[in-house]
């Protein structure tokens, strides 16, 4: 099975510097540009059986333009959200460390300010991952659209990596990621493989 894992394209909260999470922005006219360049990359590099897709508005926007480009339909799954930053959502980082400081330490268990857990979080990664690789076929091609700190969580659950883990793995604007999993074993015995990460080449000289 192979997984091409690709973050959404530049967003309006980038721009304006803000915490995102679960803030809802649209992609950028750049943003929309870059998911344009990523969707005809992707489809010539290995077109999609199936395309997963976060709900929240910058990764369906690019979700959309890689079905556009490949005619496939596009499967959203609300556990694909970015994490759940709560009451921080949309706000500056000096305007949130104002008015929810964060503890220190902070424990893997700590929700606070209606924010998710590093736990609930990565649970969260471990379940939709489980799902997407248990109802496909062996041999499927997988477009996964979603978000940096979903990503990294991803990343972690493929990699069998603790559930406490301080391994992460940057996604730049529409970086595409390609994990695979041996078919030709079963179950646990079945080999994961990193093709390449965060690949950009889509993006050579845009501005």
């Known amino acids: 099975m192979n997984l091409l894992i690709i973050r959404h394209g530049q967003s309006e909260a980038d721009i304006l510097n ?27 590099y290995m077109k999609p059986d199936k395309i997963y897709a976060s709900t929240l508005q910058r990764a369906r926007q690019t ?27 949309g706000l500056s980082k000096d305007e949130a460390s104002k008015k929810y400081p964060q503890p220190n330490p902070k424990f893997p268990h700590t929700a606070m300010y209606n924010q998710e857990s590093d736990i609930d979080f990565r649970t969260r990664a471990e379940t ?21 700190g979903m990503i990294s969580r991803l990343f972690q659950s493929f990699m069998g990596l603790p559930m406490i883990s301080n391994t992460f793995i940057y996604s730049g604007d529409t970086g595409v990621h ?10 646990d015995s079945r080999n994961r ?4 990460l965060n690949s950009q080449a889509h993006l050579a000289g845009s501005h």
């Open 128 to 148: 939709i991952l489980s799902k997407i690789i248990n109802e496909n076929l062996p041999e499927s091609k997988i477009a996964i659209v979603s978000h940096g």
């Open 178 to 187: 390609h994990l695979q999993i041996d078919t030709s074993a079963v179950g």
């Open 63 to 89: 979700a959309e333009k890689l079905s556009a480009a490949t005619g496939i339909p596009i499967q959203y799954e609300d556990a694909l959200m970015e994490w759940n930053n709560g009451l921080i959502a």
């Open 18 to 44: 803000v915490y995102e999470g679960r803030a809802d922005f649209a992609l950028t006219e750049l943003g929309h540009k870059q998911a344009t360049q990523m969707a005809k990359w992707v489809g010539s």
């Open 193 to 196: 493989r990193i093709v390449f």
